[in-house]
């Protein structure tokens, strides 16, 4: 999520094995009956990524020794899901990335859900074959009419462009999370820009995991597809907004081993829609820092106002060339972290750093204690769920009535009201409405006291990884249809069912509960796996 050299360490949602994301050659159309081989030679956004070394590949499980007798893994290669020009076109590309054939796609129930469904019919997929699923054959076929590939639809649904998630699902655990964004840091190409996005290896629901393609429109059909080839070290580290009578400024940190000169680079502040040229003589050194004073140091001032937050770009002189991060509302400045499974994480910081390596992230006073994201199987009475607690001495009310927002959390279908509040130093849990439209039957279930509030959530959590994040209106702006609310994070965490040592939240009956409240919760040091204890 952001500009630094796509590191990929134990590809377990994937069965990769791979030592960088983004293929520095051009195109190849070698199809590989494990996925798509990826050599280091080059990055399409980013440098090496400051702090995380070989050792972090003991945090995610590797799978990639599957044999042509085990049951098979899906994966996403490629995601088209904003075409320039306002077309509506989208598509999936899917294959096997290992296990055995598919002999009938029927036999293992074989679709795709989230923001889009489809549901696959009665033919074979073999290892080697990359599939095309589409919401319009025909504007596809107008769109690639040399495309000579497998192409199915139409698929329902629509991928929300600020993000969302492609489930391949399949009978048994061979199924996985793909998401996609044009929000930081995902790859601003793939965004209305002509490309799509590409799988690199490692977890598919991480931003880390994704490159924007070097070829104009995508390459449908044929994986082993390249990145846009461009190098850069450099990636914006730290933001600090304008607060009066304060000016802005901006932190880049440069991982490679030569200077970065910068002379000539834009930011530009989406919200504001403004753009700002960096000065003559600003270069970012090796393994260094460079701070930017958000006036003096620019053509004209770059503004980030403090209420708002939002979306801030770093572009180079190539295409490609750019690092992002977005900005929660408020008065703290915001970074970039580098977490021990080879993914980044983005937040505000607990204290400013200026010139020097971030702060952890800053966790706010309602944090995720329990996530049960994959019940055990065959278990009805094991279901998912998610446990808040508040750390604060006063009953907190999740709900802000200057504004009349209620707070939210990302990753499930949730807006809090007026009427919900967790107790002081207490807890709240949240449970899918697909799973019990009845919180008695939870609380008998768990033997969950009568001071615990229980909601209710739509839709499912991913067994396979997903974001989930809790935010509290701030501010706003416009009004009627037109206004637009933005929040500051209390807590996030990207969980993922690669991380090794936390495997027994994977359907074997076990939840991942929180142990570590330093930082936000997105390490998988910060989890562990136990017996289910919702409420208590």
């Known amino acids: 999520m952001d500009i630094k050299k796509f590191l990929t360490v134990g590809a377990g949602v994937a069965l990769l094995s791979l030592d960088t994301a983004c293929s520095g050659g051009g195109e190849n159309n070698s199809k590989n009956p494990t996925g798509p081989d990826v050599p280091g030679a080059s990055s399409s956004s980013t440098g090496d990524q400051p702090g995380v070394s070989s050792s972090s590949q003991s945090l995610l499980v590797s799978s990639s020794s599957l044999s042509d007798s085990d049951a098979p893994q899906m994966a996403c290669s490629e995601i088209m899901y904003k075409y320039k020009d306002g077309k509506a076109l989208e598509w999936v590309e899917i294959y096997i990335a290992g296990g055995r054939d598919l002999s009938k796609m029927t036999d293992y129930a074989l679709h795709l859900s989230g923001d889009v469904d489809y549901t696959f019919p009665d033919e074979a997929l073999a290892k080697g074959e990359y599939v095309v699923v589409t919401n319009d054959l025909n504007a596809f076929k107008t769109e690639y009419p040399d495309f000579t590939g497998r192409l199915f639809g139409p698929m329902e649904g629509k991928m929300v462009n600020e993000g ?152 180079g002189k190539m295409p490609g060339q750019e690092s992002s991060i977005w900005l929660q509302a408020g008065e703290s400045s915001c970074g970039v972290i580098d977490v021990g499974d080879g993914s980044i994480a983005q937040g ?156 027994a939240a994977d359907g074997a009956g076990f939840s991942l509960q929180r142990k570590d409240l330093t930082t936000m919760g997105y390490s998988p040091t910060a989890w562990t796996a136990a017996a289910p204890t919702p409420g208590k």
């Open 348 to 503: 505000p910081m607990a204290s400013e750093t200026p010139g020097k390596a971030n702060s952890s992230l800053k966790l706010g006073s309602v944090y995720i204690s329990e996530i049960h994201y994959h019940p055990k199987d065959g278990d009805p009475l094991n279901f998912e769920f998610l446990e808040l607690v508040n750390t604060t001495a006063e009953p907190l009310k999740l709900y802000n009535t200057t504004l009349s927002k209620g707070w939210k959390i990302e990753g499930v279908n949730i807006e809090f009201t007026n009427n919900d509040v967790i107790p002081a130093k207490g807890m709240m849990v949240l449970v899918s409405d697909t799973i019990a439209k009845d919180t008695g039957f939870i609380r008998t279930r768990y033997n969950i006291a009568n001071t615990v509030p229980i909601r209710l959530y739509a839709g499912k959590l991913s067994n396979r990884g997903e974001s989930v994040v809790v935010k509290e209106p701030f501010s706003k702006a416009g009004s009627g249809e037109n206004v637009r609310y933005f929040y500051t994070w209390h807590d996030a965490t990207l969980y993922s069912d690669a991380w090794a040592n936390l495997t």
């Open 164 to 315: 969302g998630v492609v489930n391949v699902k399949i009978v048994g655990d061979g199924d996985v999370t793909c998401a996609f964004s044009n929000e930081p840091p995902w790859p601003s190409l793939a965004d209305g820009k002509d490309h799509s996005l590409v799988y690199t290896g490692g977890i598919a629901a991480q931003s880390t995991s994704w490159c924007a393609s070097a070829i104009p429109g995508g390459n449908p059909g044929v994986g082993n597809d390249a990145c846009v080839d461009v190098v850069n070290t450099v990636r914006i580290n730290e933001v600090k907004p304008s607060v009066n009578p304060n000016v802005s400024w901006i932190e880049l940190y440069n991982s490679g081993t030569t200077d970065v000169d910068v002379s000539g680079w834009t930011v530009y502040v989406k919200l504001r829609d403004g753009t700002s040229t960096i000065n003559p003589g600003a270069v970012v050194p090796a393994g260094g820092y460079l701070v930017l004073d958000g006036k003096a140091d620019f053509d004209k001032e770059v503004v980030i106002a403090n209420k708002q937050g939002g979306e801030v770009y770093l572009y």
